[in-house]
Each structure stands twice: as structure tokens, then as C-alpha cells.
């Protein structure tokens, strides 16, 4: 059975490599040829240009496609995986069009794995952890009132006077800022229009406490029912999104007041040459290391009291190994590679693993890859 790992952009290799050098048979597909070349050409030459009719052509039954392309290609391989009877992983959100193709791929005996990534991903992971602390402790009741939060965020790790710095493209960045998000808030839906509307401080409670900026993105409620949340909890917080240095909002004002403006086929050139500006300014430096902090926190309160508050933090940040964004985005993509391959996930569409024998070997795994991760018991 052969992986097809097709992109090899700057958080792919980690992930790819580690799949080379553990001898399984990854034939590498890229839209260039020559940086795929640069990024693993001394572990294998089984490196060939990405077209998606050369590789229907060679996809064999059982065999893995990854996608590690940009967004608009993951429906279309998830397709021809099912034609093919293959399986299919891909570290990005589950999209509608995907989610459709649930009932397809059981047909066909086969695994769609998503959001195995970073975020989407190892915060599924640390989520699917708490939650079934949770349900095993004495704690546990449920007419419990809940709080869930879940912020994520790459940031330098030396901090400059905008607050941020970009590893590839600040478009996307851009894009993000001009999306709404719905969360819960004092129990009830909150509609943010744009994520500088709802900014708050947080307190992250890392090796060393330090605050940061945060905001909701997406929509976050949907992700109660795939974090097991039963659906007469008393849900009083629940909210996934962003986090970002101290001093973000301040640095970026004038961003958002702009950006606020744009419109139409102008906004969009605009926002391009936003994009190239920022690249210019603040795009990280041959070796300088980023950061990446995670925290998934899970509190419950009986009459006004915590009787459950556990936090899963991580801090990582590049180091001789590369950057903490690449391994922490292609190393779970590749444990999900390795799970389809040795019969770990059942056929259908799916996120990351909520089964606890899957999700607690993958997070061992995972606290590999950083400097600082644990389990904060704000109860003890």
C-alpha cells in the first residue's frame, strides 16, 4: 500500500520525512517538482508533478492519499479515493462538500480523515481528553454548569513591534479577519461579525503564566456534539478561536479599520498589496524560531463552585528540528496515515479520533514535539 503525499509546502516535510525514514512506501507528488526535491530529495526520488489524472492513473485500492494542498483539492481526491477504493487524510476542516461524502466512502470500505493537523487537530485531541476525564470523574453530574475554551495561535517567539510574524503568505491572515464566528456566552449564541469585536484577555496557565489576546473564530458550536457533549448539558462558555501576542490589537488597528472598508474587486487588490507589505516587514527570518501555544480548558461548577477545572497546555517553538508549526501540523497527519493503514479508523468521514486508545497515543506522540505539555489541574 503506497501513500501519495501530495504538497510539500513549509508544514509538510516534518510529517513526510518521518514517513520516508520509517520505510513506508510514499510516492511524492508536487506541483513543483524541484521544491519537492529540495525538501526530501536525499531520502527518495519517487517524486513526480502533481496532476490528479496521472495519479487516478497509478492509485491502487488501499492505498493513502494526503492532501496537503490548499483547500479547493481536498473534495476532489476524497472523490477519487472512493472511485479508487483508497482513503484519504488532510489536516484542514471538514468542509460541507466533504461531510457529504460520508455515506460514499462507508460504501466503499474506505477512511476520510480530516482535521489531524494543529488546529484543526491536536486540539480536538486534548479536547477529547478532558471530556472524558471529565465524564470518569467524581465530579461529574449532569446538571453541572459547564465553561469549554480552546485557543490557538502561532506567534514569534521573539516578539517584534507588530506583534506577529508571518511564515508564508499574510493573504490568508487577512482573509480570516473578515469572517464572523459564533460561540456561547452566558449560555446563550454570541454573533461576532469580526474577530476585533470580541477580543478579551487570557490567562494562559503555561510554565510560566503569561496573558494573551484572544478571539473566537469559525463557528464554534458545532463542535459540542463532536466533543461529546450531551445535549441537555448546561453549557454556560463554549468557545474555539485565535490567540495572539499582548499588544495585537493595538499593533494592528489601523489593519482592522481599513480592512473594515474594502470591498468588492478593488478590497481584494488592496488586501494583496496589504499582504506583500506585511510579507516585506514581518515575515520571519532565515532560522528564527515561531511559536506555537495551545490551550483546551474544561471547568465545571456545581451551585457557583468549581468541582471540576483542568487545562491542556502547550508551548512549543522551532529548534534544530525546524519550525514548531511544521511538526505540529505534519507529524499528527502522519500518525493519521500510519492509524488507516494499520486498520485503526473505521471507514466514513472523520475528524480526529475521539477513541481514547487512539487520541492518548497520539498525544504521547505529540508531547514529543514540544517544549513545554501538561495537564493543569486548577483544583488540586
Known sequence: MTIHWCGTGLSA??????LIEGGREVTVWNRTIEKAQEAVGDLTQDIRAFDIDALGAVLAKGDVVVSMLPGDWHVPLAELCIEKGANFVSSSYIAPEMKTLDAKAKEAGIACVNEVGLDPGIDHLMAHALVADYRASAAYDANNTLSFISYCGGVPKHANPFRYKFSWSPLGVLKALRSPSRSIRDG??????????????????????ETFEVYPNRDSIPFMEDYNFDPDWKVDTFVRGTLRLNGWAD?????????ETLSGPEGDARLKEMSD??????????????????CVGFKAEKDGAEVYHKTYVMDAWGDARGTAMARLVSIPVSLAIEAVLDGKIAPGVHAAP?????????????????QHMQIVDHTA
Not at 516535510?13 to 518521518?18: F, T
Not at 474577530?195 to 490567562?203: G, K, L, M, T, V
Not at 499593533?251 to 480592512?259: L, T, Y
Not at 475521539?354 to 514540544?370: P, V
Open 13 to 18: 516535510i516534518p510529517g513526510l520525512r518521518r
Open 188 to 209: 446563550k449564541p454570541l454573533d461576532v461579525n469580526r474577530p476585533w469585536d470580541a477580543i478579551s484577555s487570557y490567562e494562559a496557565p503555561l510554565a510560566e503564566a
Open 251 to 259: 499593533a494592528w488597528s489601523e489593519v482592522f479599520r481599513e480592512i
Open 277 to 294: 507589505q506585511f510579507w516585506d516587514e514581518n515575515s520571519y527570518d532565515e532560522g528564527e524560531p515561531d511559536r506555537v501555544v495551545l
Open 354 to 370: 475521539s477513541e481514547e486508545a487512539l487520541f492518548s497515543e497520539w498525544l504521547t506522540h505529540i508531547g514529543t514535539l514540544a
